[in-house]
């Protein structure tokens, strides 16, 4: 990116290609700051300095842009998780370690929740079908997305004999759902009220919960 002078204003100019993803960055930086509501085409365009019709080649309207940024949330989202996983100690007992793998999937997204609360909002603002939140560029930087690596740890918890086969066709959508019910409380309901050791308690009662009932 250079910058060049026009009537004393700065208009940054691209190589082909660097434009869009300049845009997705910019408008992740939107929803950062506000949600979902927050991004709008012409504001990003202004913060990467060119005019809005640049942007639209690379996006027909608002809807356009925000789907992008929520797949770039969920990627983000995806890595929190990952490197929750990452963080476990080792721990030689493979039952164990299969439920300490499991229940850092669900602790890495209440913990993206609460770091990132506007691309949280913003990752299924406009997700209309669980494909969209397992497509290649929702994955992070293991290559998988959030409900894949929550898919690995419960068959993992299978293979380990905790989790009876019979129960395993549709629970990560149970447990997703559990999770993330308490992370939109905690962001935008009512516990948004408590403080972050009474959050942290009831995270870990959570994960308990589902872990005993999964």
Do not use: C
């Not at 608002?62 to 490197?83: D, I, N, P, W, Y």
């Amino acid at each position: 990116m250079t910058g060049t002078s026009d009537g004393g204003k700065r208009r940054a100019t691209y190589r082909h290609g660097a434009l869009k993803p300049a845009l997705i960055e910019a408008g992740t930086a939107l929803a950062r700051e506000g949600g979902p509501e927050a991004i709008v085409l012409r504001e990003a365009a202004r913060r990467v300095g060119v005019a809005p019709n640049a942007a639209y080649t690379h996006f027909a309207g608002r809807g356009a842009l925000v789907q992008a940024v929520a797949t770039a949330a969920l990627s983000e989202m995806a890595a929190t998780m990952a490197a929750e996983q990452d963080a476990l100690p080792e721990i030689p007992d493979p039952v164990r370690a299969a439920r300490a793998r499991f229940r850092s999937v669900g602790a890495g997204y209440l913990r993206f929740a609460r770091a990132e609360p506007g691309l949280f909002r913003t990752a299924f603002a406009t997700q209309e079908d669980v494909s969209a939140v397992a497509e290649p560029a929702a994955a992070g930087p293991t290559g998988r997305s959030g409900i894949e690596l929550l898919g690995d740890a419960l068959d993992e918890m299978v293979a380990t004999g905790i989790l009876p086969a019979e129960r395993r066709p549709g629970a990560e959508f149970l447990a997703w759902a559990t999770v993330h019910g308490l992370a939109t409380l905690a962001i935008e309901g009512p516990l948004r009220m408590l403080d972050e050791p009474q959050i942290d308690h009831l995270s870990g009662l959570l994960l308990d919960l589902i872990d005993r009932g999964i």
